[in-house]
T-cell receptor, first 110, second 112 residues
Framework: SQELEQSPQSLIVQEGKNLTINCTSS?????LYWYKQKYGEGLIFLMM?????EEKSHEKITAKLDEKKQQSSLHITASQPSHAGIYLC??????????FGAGTTVTVRA | GAGVSQSPSNKVTEKGKDVELRCDPI?????LYWYRQSLGQGLEFLIY????????KSGLPSDRFSAERTGGSVSTLTIQRTQQEDSAVYLC??????????FGPGTRLTVT
């Protein structure tokens, strides 16, 4: 099965500061997904990356995919309290199953 | 409905009892997944349904776990003789054919 390692496991950032989360896969990535989960809730889809070098942005969140490194990064600019939560990366194998990383817990301090 | 719904949202049960968790998918989504998320852990794949094909049960942790999907729509995950280690959030996700999966809010199961 595909293993995904996320780093850091958790981070605390001052409101207004930037942060980056990394996700590294043990296998070739056919698609890399970023989800956000608030405590006690389901997962909210953020974005999907499929092509090497692809970069997508939504509001203040940018994700990049480095296919050669089998790695993706999620970057949040000028963090807000609404950015707090658990960020999970998921990777699709060639049979549509998603494997997920353990998640990165983000705390934003005012 | 507009999204994936799951019921109940919370379930507390005694060790040894059976529980049923329900997932109502987005209309038209042929693929349905069950995942389990234990405290501090990532999501663990349990089972996958795709249309009328035989389900992929490779993620079910033991024979106490089973799932059905009736008429290609609603799915039920059943856990028999629950154990304390079954305590987790059980998430259902559905997909309309792309890789993108839409998740329900989950069922938080607590086995006492």
């Amino acid at each position: 099965s595909q293993e995904l390692e996320q780093s850091p496991q958790s981070l605390i950032v001052q409101e207004g500061k930037n942060l980056t989360i990394n996700c590294t896969s043990s296998k070739t990535l056919y698609g890399l997904y970023w989800y956000k989960q608030k405590y006690g809730e389901g997962l909210i889809f953020l974005m999907m990356l499929q092509k090497g070098g692809e970069e997508k942005s939504h509001e203040k969140i940018t994700a990049k995919l480095d296919e050669k490194k089998q790695q993706s990064s999620l970057h949040i600019t000028a963090s807000q309290p609404s950015h707090a939560g658990i960020y999970l990366c998921g990777a699709a194998s060639n049979d549509y199953k998603l494997s997920f990383g353990a998640g990165t817990t983000v705390t934003v301090r005012a | 409905g507009a999204g994936v719904s799951q019921s109940p949202s919370n379930k507390v049960t005694e060790k040894g009892k059976d529980v049923e968790l329900r997932c109502d998918p987005i209309s038209g989504h042929t693929a349905l997944y069950w995942y389990r998320q234990s405290l501090g852990q990532g999501l663990e794949f349990l089972i996958y349904f795709q249309g009328n094909s035989a389900p992929d049960k490779s993620g079910l942790p033991s024979d106490r776990f089973s799932a059905e999907r009736t008429g290609g729509s609603v799915s039920t995950l059943t856990i028999q003789r629950t154990q304390q280690e079954d305590s987790a959030v059980y998430l259902c996700a559905t997909s309309g054919g792309s890789y993108e999966q839409y998740f329900g809010p989950g069922t938080r199961l607590t086995v006492t």
